[in-house]
């Protein structure tokens, strides 16, 4: 069993099959809505491959023991809703009459959701329609019993993905921004700093002076001024939705100055270091350039005489002058 | 002091301490081009603490880019009036100065003009002096000694930017600027390796010279001689006064400043849009942040191989040409580049682009003082990468603005293969032009200009490759 990415249409096309619309009703609380999601039989895990399945393959796929094809897929719950779940089972050899299946949420089975699915022209329907509220979320699979492939739907609020996990790193006297983004509008951000278990909301009226808060819809920015020790520490900013608060946190240390000098002391002591050796190193050869140059000159000297004798007088003079110097 | 310079002043070392010359420009490499190169990892941190976009953080690093490139005759006018070893130290600490004051930076402007304008010009009063002093120390090894100093860039660049990553982590971005200002400082012993030396033909000796870089030489005279020794012994100068510009005049020089336009146009555009493309056509991020560290790593083979290939006995005569291979073969992978879709075929174009890059800088300031000669090489390398700063600038935008104009990184690719393609013709043209000029000036010369090697003991045949400057010398033996 395989999940394929929606509006792909699977073998012969039935109406539940070709709608893959995520209908959604955000107005109100206890409205219902029916979301349908279509998962058809495809070649690979790939679910991007449209299913012209090859029966062969797929059976292979699901075959070996305690293995079996687990597709995830996430569904970002902003409201509160009814969901219908579907699991299409195609492709089964022997396509046998009739299969079981069953959901679990959370890896337990659910109760009561156990059922018999006739066969409908090769195809298996596995369906549900679940009330989710801010205490339903979580994974629910569909099972069933013959084989070992399950589909998993990870119902969640939205996650902010781009975490960072180094501490963001600051200075006494310096200001900070903290970042949060993610994919969905919430209702409204809220910043709290984390003082051991507890934690404290930050309001911006109540100290403007430290705290700035920008929201920008998708995103929102804090930023801490006047930086002091005190206030390193965790901060944690939560999207507010109608089920729940998704939540982020930062890590903020505050270091004084002198940390980032210590290391930049000793880079310039060892440059001073490295140029006194060198400056010293060329004085201290000079002495011995005078010796062993008198050789080179001399040899030169001969060379020279044979090559230009008109000059070779005046150029031994001025070389002998500058040895005196 | 004078013995010193005699020592030093008979034939260029060629070894010696021409090595720490060479490990000096390479830790002066290192620090001025990777270190602007790492520049670009603090553009995140700046945009959220300044609270602005990309556009506004990417002008430090053309400004700084600018500003090293633009001010690079002005650190070889300081080598050549004070000298190379007082400009490198001082373009040390004003590089520093700049990169400590910008760790206390208040705003984005301030940036600008410490980071951006400051450190770059201490960039610039380093980079062409110590590049000046290799190629005074070496003469046989010249490109391989090039090659080593150049391959600075590459692996200062690999090995620096995790380093800056951590020390953005660990002390975030001030921090991170203060301890990089400590590691820039240390150009300051760059500088003082840079010995000065004063090369035989200085000194207007009568002793066979070394005129393979086929500048002029004054004639031995009588009263020529002890005055102008003694005048280079007081000033202790490594090159010739600054009113000998008249290079620039050369017809060999102009045609090779105008393919170095051509060049500096096209060559910066892959770099800058080789990831953007590999993103666009389907590769992941891995794996195109992978394709440009095999461009980096290859860079430095390339530096280091190409250099050594070109000091060949065999292929030394024809440098030039090589260059010319260089660059045009670096055009011809430009070319190829909207034919290759996969990673798989980029990654071939990745080695071969980034050797061809790293073998032609490499042989930039060795092409450059085959042309102007060793007395000129300072001021010409000033002029070099003085005539590299407006087009590194302008062709990326441009490129950007292709790019968004026509939907596809296509003509981007085409424009800089051309300006590689182009460059390397420009040369090649007028190498065929002299080559025919000369074969028929050879038929009517009854005499043919023997050519003395770097060590003085051997003749060897060389393809004048300037005939302006040079002076034919009675064969000695």
């Given at each position: ?325 | ?25 390479f830790v002066v490499t290192v620090c001025t081009r990777a270190v602007t190169r790492c520049i670009s990892i603090f ?18 690093h053309?400004?700084v880019d600018?500003?090293t ?54 960039f ?25 100093a150049m391959s600075g860039s590459g692996i200062g660049t690999f090995i620096l930017a995790p380093v800056v990553q951590l020390l ?12 990089l200002?400590?590691f820039v ?83 910066s555009?892959?770099f800058v849009?080789l990831v ?13 942040a992978f394709l440009m560290s095999i461009l980096g790593v290859i860079d430095i083979v390339g530096n280091i ?45 990745s080695?071969?682009?980034g050797?061809?890059d790293g073998?032609?800088v ?116």
């Open positions: 069993m395989a999940a394929v990415r929606r509006g792909c249409p699977c073998g012969p096309a039935s109406p539940q099959s070709s709608s893959t619309t995520l209908q959604a009703d955000m107005a109100k609380y206890m409205a219902k809505t029916v979301l349908l999601l279509l998962f058809c039989q495809g070649i690979h895990a790939d679910t991007t491959t449209s299913p012209e399945s090859d029966p062969v393959v797929t059976t292979r796929k699901a075959a070996p023991k305690g293995q079996g094809q687990v597709i995830i897929e996430e569904l970002a719950i902003l409201t509160p809703q009814y969901i219908e779940l579907l699991c299409n089972l195609t492709d089964i050899p022997n396509n046998p009459p009739y299969m079981t299946g069953y959901w679990t949420k959370d890896g337990k089975e659910i109760e009561n959701s156990e059922e018999t699915i006739n066969r409908n022209n090769a195809q298996y329907i596995l369906k549900k329609t679940f009330s989710i509220q801010a205490r339903d979320l979580g994974n629910y699979s569909c099972v069933f019993r013959e084989n070992d492939a399950r589909v998993t739907f990870v119902l969640q609020v939205p996650v902010m993905k781009d975490k960072r996990d180094k501490p963001v790193v600051s200075y006494i006297g310096d200001s900070v921004v903290l970042v949060c983004k993610l994919k969905h509008m919430p209702n409204t951000w809220n910043w709290y700093k984390a003082n051991n278990t507890e934690k404290e909301l930050i309001n911006v009226t109540a100290d403007p002076l430290k705290y700035k808060i920008l929201l920008n819809g998708n995103e929102t920015k804090l930023t801490v001024l006047n930086l002091t020790e005190a206030q390193s520490g965790k901060y944690i900013c939560s999207a507010e939705f109608d089920i729940k608060a998704s939540e982020s946190q930062v890590e903020l240390k505050v270091l004084s100055y002198t940390e980032p000098l210590k290391p930049f002391v000793a880079i310039v002591a060892e440059v001073l270091l490295l140029v006194t050796l060198i400056c010293l190193w060329e004085k201290c050869s000079k002495p011995k350039h005078s010796s062993s140059t008198a050789d080179d000159v001399y040899s030169e000297q001969t060379s020279k005489l044979t090559h230009d004798e008109s000059n070779g007088v005046e150029n031994n003079t001025t070389r002998q002058r500058k040895l005196e110097h | 002091m004078a013995q010193e310079k005699k020592k030093g002043g008979v034939l260029p070392p060629d070894g010696g301490w021409g090595w720490m010359i060479v490990a000096g420009c553009f995140v941190e700046f945009q959220m603490h300044f609270a602005k976009d990309y556009s506004g953080t990417a002008w430090i053309s400004l600018c500003t490139m633009l001010c690079a005759p002005l650190g070889s006018l300081i080598g050549n009036q004070l000298s190379c070893r007082i400009a490198v130290i001082l373009g040390g600490f004003l590089a520093s100065v700049g990169l400590v004051l910008s760790s206390f930076a208040t705003s984005l402007e301030y940036l600008y003009a410490t980071l951006g304008l400051l450190t770059g010009l201490g610039a009063l380093c980079y062409t002096p110590a590049i000046a002093m290799v190629g005074i120390y070496f003469c046989e090894r010249k490109a391989l000694a090039y090659g080593i953005i982590e660990h002390y975030s971005w001030r921090g991170a600027l203060l301890i200002g400590g400082l240390n150009l300051c012993v760059c500088g003082a390796l840079l010995r000065p030396i004063i090369l035989k033909e200085e000194e207007a000796c009568p002793l066979p010279v070394d005129s393979e870089c086929g500048y002029s030489v004054k004639p031995p005279t009588l009263n020529g001689g002890p005055t102008r020794s003694a005048a280079s012994d007081a000033k202790q100068r490594c090159f010739q006064s600054m009113q000998e510009y008249h290079f620039l005049l050369m017809p060999d020089f102009l045609v090779l400043a105008g393919s170095f336009l051509l060049l500096a146009s096209g060559c555009l892959p849009y953007p493309y590999a993103l666009d056509v389907g590769v992941g991020h891995q794996h195109a191989t190409f250099g050594w290939l070109t000091d060949r006995r065999c292929l030394k005569k024809y440098r030039n040409i090589c260059y010319m291979f260089a660059v045009g073969m670096e055009g011809l992978c430009c070319l190829f580049i909207p034919l290759l879709r996969t990673f798989v075929w980029l990654v071939p174009f080695v071969l682009y050797y061809f073998a032609y490499a042989l930039i300031p060795v092409v450059t003082s085959d042309v102007v000669g060793r007395q000129y090489l300072s001021s010409a390398l000033g002029v070099v990468y003085f005539l590299h700063a407006v087009p590194y600038l302008v062709s990326p935008p441009i490129g950007g603005w292709l790019v968004d104009t026509t939907g596809t990184y296509t003509a981007t690719f085409f424009l800089s293969g051309f300006a590689l393609i182009s460059s390397s013709l420009l040369l090649f043209s007028v190498a065929i032009i002299r080559y025919c000029q000369r074969n028929q000036k050879k038929n009517s010369l009854s005499k043919i200009p023997k050519l003395v090697s770097c060590e003085g003991k051997q003749v060897d045949y060389y393809p004048p490759k300037n005939k302006d400057l040079m002076l034919i010398i009675p064969a000695t033996s």
